[in-house]
């Protein structure tokens, strides 16, 4: 019980002293030690270690060692792989005997020969300089017409994007995009409650593309963090997060504010031009697709498939319908035309189709 | 045909012209920036060529870039397969201009997000630049890339861990639940199908159980399904054929095969390791110290050959070093011996000391470096071979002899035995015997639930011996006994290791 506990102790030089065992095969080694130590075979091979010294460290050992492969690992060189790699053998040498204490968490990547990962950008950096210039270029972004000269160089954001990618800060990064986004849609939303019923549409329809021509620089501008951040650690894309910021903070703000105007809309010719119309209606319907529901024959009029597909057993009915059309049409005075002249090769078609039908029958 | 409309990218005042349609088809900063309708993007003064201002690029690494967006994207052959491995005399200088070429590359290839670039990169992950790949992979945030690095290094895990420098990728974990890459891919090579391997000289011929084509082969595996014996597609080495008595040890999913005697009774030192990851045998740092009839057991990720014919001194291999090491010696040279690992420190059991029987149960602790006498037995044993789960050591086979008062059996090697002693309680139950089989020379492995045996049968007296494979089984105590024995043959080692799935390969 005394030897079992001794060594969950980890067998201290005295308690091993103590140990009647130990002691005894202390006497053992050394009557051992009396024939010559056994000799280590000649290195055969180049990447056998010189053994002889080894050796004789080994047999001369009475208590825990200090050893050379017990030692911990060598510990990382602050130069880094690529100046290891140069001194390969000499610097493993080196590192294998001299263990240091100092644990080095991360490859310095300040010895990479890349300018752009030359200096550490810290977390300070990254909000004092790195940040501000993408807020101010996102800020540009956000607040111009579609279509306006955009003056930002896209070779000097993107590389600002990548340097604070490659620097770990995507999450921060990622974090303040959203936070800066959030903020801007949130005004956008205050401004569009404050219009009148006779701009609203107009204003919504403006508001929904301008940010939608804002994503098609942010989106490019961001592809890296995207890339190697939103996609492989979110397992997320950056455009559909943007999107649907503005579903959450403006959309689905107005939406019932803005279906009866619509609707009204709709119902009055020429109050809202066309194209604002299907801009509307197909932007809602690209945010979520559910509002469809809120109103199918106006969202059918824009988007294909909305109404429930043709039934067979509502043939007929279909058809009282058209008839029922254009009875109307013919009493409001639209004529049907001339309908005894067939069209040159009607009949032929006919026949040949008659024909096939009938060689089939015959099969 | 209209010329290609040509960009002039330009870099630290050099000019290099790219075809403008790959450029974009290419490079997935190229086809951002023209989507995005910054001023780049917008047609500059018209009649001379569009110029493309990029900056904190390496010269060099965006030529390479750019050679391969000219040439159209991936091509056979193109980049570092042109440059792959080279054979022995290779210039320090031409690996560090290799290296860091790579990194010049791989950050233009990131920054321009060529990822067909990127996607070949996968393909050219090798041992010289597998550590570089990886680091690289982390700092561009390359997950692909750094998954094939992975795959690769767990393949190739022990020459990536005597590599220098994987210690400076090998950091350790950040956070308590982190761990480390070293452990990581340790954890990896644990995967697959775990299959019995069977080693040996085995015997062609008309009278072989089965009709191998050619020479016999060397090393079969066990197809637990159809209980039949196939050739692996890989031999013993040349120069581990007829050697008797080495040490064999699994660690890592490695088999190493070290030591031993040949038939002109000469002792090596020379040590192999088998990868079933890739069918191949290395050949690692001899021994210091020649010897056979010794016991190889892996600890801690380390390897432990222990005594030997007239040698009590230890060694240990570690594979982050590709060296041995000597460490405590035993207090005595032991023969007909066996030892085991249970619970991170080697237990050694009886055969005989220079003067008498063993009755010691001696523990090694390699934290410590120290062996102690663990406890005192009544019952003699030799020649037996162990095996542990969990703190139960497994005592096969060997040949016992009681010295107690109340002695149970005669001695004899006419029957095969199980015992087990629990390191804990320091109790020995006799489990099981088989009276038909003989309990010497046997070779034997942890496999799934029980322990496999291969071993002869005494009752029949034949010219050839009879051979056996049997399993006790350790859950319910039962022995098993299946028909097919691999060949006869003989000098024969079976060992459990995990073959890599059929459809990774």
């Not at chain 1, 001299?98 to 550490?120: C, D, E, G, Q, R």
């Not at chain 1, 956000?142 to 604070?164: A, F, N, R, W």
């Not at chain 2, 045998?281 to 190889?296: D, E, G, T």
């Amino acid at each position: 019980m005394e030897e079992s506990m001794e060594e969950e102790e980890g067998g201290s030089y005295e308690a091993m002293m103590d140990d009647q065992n130990h002691n005894n095969w202390e006497a053992a080694v050394d009557s051992f030690r009396s024939p010559p130590p056994p000799q280590p075979s000649i290195p055969v091979s180049a990447r056998e270690p010189p053994g002889g010294q080894l050796l004789a460290v080994s047999v001369e050992r009475k208590g825990p060692k200090e050893g050379l492969s017990m030692g911990p690992p060598p510990p990382p060189e602050a130069n880094g792989v690529i100046m290891m790699l140069k001194s390969c053998d000499a610097a493993a040498a080196v590192a294998k005997v001299a263990p240091a204490p100092t644990p080095s968490s991360t490859i310095n990547i300040n010895t990479s020969t890349s300018k752009f990962l030359m200096n550490v950008i810290t977390i300070e950096d990254y909000k004092s300089t790195y940040w501000p210039k993408l807020d101010g270029a996102i800020d540009q972004l956000l607040t111009q017409s579609p279509g306006d000269y955009i003056p930002i160089s896209y070779e000097q954001i993107y590389s600002c994007v990548y340097k604070c990618v490659c620097q770990q800060h995507s999450e921060q990064m990622y974090s303040d995009l959203i936070k800066k986004i959030t903020n801007h849609l949130e005004r956008v939303s205050k401004e569009l409650q404050a219009s009148p019923p006779d701009l609203y549409i107009e204003r919504f329809n403006v508001a929904l593309g301008q940010y939608m021509g804002a994503l098609q620089s942010i989106v490019p501008l961001f592809i890296y963090m995207n890339k190697f951040y939103i996609e492989t650690k979110l397992n997320r894309d950056l455009k559909d997060d943007l999107i649907k910021l503005f579903t959450e903070h403006v959309a689905e703000k107005h939406i019932y504010n803005l279906m009866p105007l619509l609707l009204e809309a709709q119902a009055t010719p020429f109050q809202v031009t066309p194209s604002t119309m299907a801009n509307i209606v197909k932007g809602l319907y690209t945010l979520r697709p559910e509002w469809v529901q809120m109103a199918p024959t106006l969202f059918s009029k824009f988007i294909p498939n909305i109404l429930p597909p043709a039934v067979e057993a509502e043939l007929s009915e279909y058809a009282a319908q058209d008839q029922k059309l254009q009875r109307e049409l013919i009493q409001n005075g639209f004529l049907r035309g001339d309908q005894s002249r067939k069209r040159a090769g009607d009949e032929l078609t006919y026949n040949s189709s008659s024909a096939c039908a009938s060689s089939r029958g015959y099969r | 045909m209209s010329a290609e409309e040509m960009v002039q990218i330009h870099l630290e005042g050099r000019c290099y012209p790219v075809s403008k349609r790959k450029l974009i088809e290419q490079s997935d900063y190229f086809r951002a920036l023209y989507r995005s309708g910054m001023r780049e993007a917008l047609s500059q003064e018209p009649g001379g060529p569009e110029v493309q201002q990029l900056r904190g690029l390496s010269a060099p690494g965006l030529r390479l870039v750019l050679d391969f967006i000219n040439a159209g994207g991936a091509r056979e052959g193109w980049l570092l397969g042109s440059r792959g491995e080279k054979g022995g005399g290779v210039e320090e200088e031409e690996d560090m201009d290799e290296v860091s070429l790579l990194s010049e590359l791989v950050e233009a290839a990131s920054f321009l997000q060529v990822t067909s670039l990127l996607q070949l990169l996968l393909s050219q992950v090798r041992l010289n630049n597998c550590l570089e790949m990886y680091r690289l992979a982390q700092v561009y945030g390359l997950s692909d890339l750094q998954e094939a690095c992975l795959r690769f290094m767990v393949i190739h895990f022990h020459e990536v861990l005597s590599k220098p420098q994987f210690h400076l990728l090998g950091s350790p974990p950040q956070t308590p639940g982190d761990v480390s890459l070293k452990q990581r891919l340790r954890e990896a090579r644990m995967s697959g199908t775990p299959v019995l391997v069977a080693l040996g000289d085995f015997l062609g011929g008309p009278l072989a159980p089965h009709p191998y084509q050619g020479e016999p082969p060397s090393m079969l595996r066990y197809e637990e399904m159809t209980e039949c014996w196939f050739p692996l597609a890989n031999n013993l080495p040349p120069d581990l054929v007829n050697v008797r008595g080495y040490g064999s040890a699994m660690l890592d999913n490695y088999l190493f095969i070290v030591g031993g005697y040949r038939i002109t009774s000469q002792e090596i030192s020379a040590a192999h390791s088998y990868n079933p990851t890739t069918n191949e045998w290395l050949q690692v740092a001899s021994m210091n110290q020649k010897r056979s009839n010794f016991k190889l057991v892996a600890v801690n990720s380390k390897l432990y050959a222990i005594g030997g014919q007239a040698v009590s001194n230890v060694e240990c291999y570690n594979p982050e070093q590709d060296a041995w090491n000597f460490v405590a010696p035993l207090p005595n040279p032991l023969a007909e011996f066996s030892a085991c690992e249970c619970k991170g420190n080697i237990y050694v059991i009886g055969g005989y000391t220079t003067r008498d029987r063993n009755m010691n149960i001696l523990q090694y602790c390699p934290s410590s470096d120290m062996w102690t006498l663990f406890e005192t037995c009544d019952v003699h044993i030799r020649k037996q071979q162990m095996v542990s789960v969990e703190e139960t050591i497994y005592i096969v086979g060997g040949c016992l002899h009681e010295l107690g008062p109340n002695r149970r059996s005669s001695q004899s090697e006419d029957m095969l035995t199980v015992q087990s002693y629990n390191t804990i309680t320091r109790q020995w139950l006799y489990l099981k015997e088989n009276t038909s089989k003989s309990g010497l020379n046997l070779t034997c492995a942890l496999h799934n639930d029980g322990i496999y045996i291969m071993s002869r049968d005494v009752t029949l007296s034949t010219s050839l011996e009879h051979r056996v494979f049997l399993k006790y089984n350790i859950f319910s105590d039962s022995w098993e006994a299946f028909r097919r024995f691999p060949a006869f043959g003989h000098n024969l080692l079976v060992s459990s290791l995990y073959l890599p799935n059929k459809k990774e390969t």
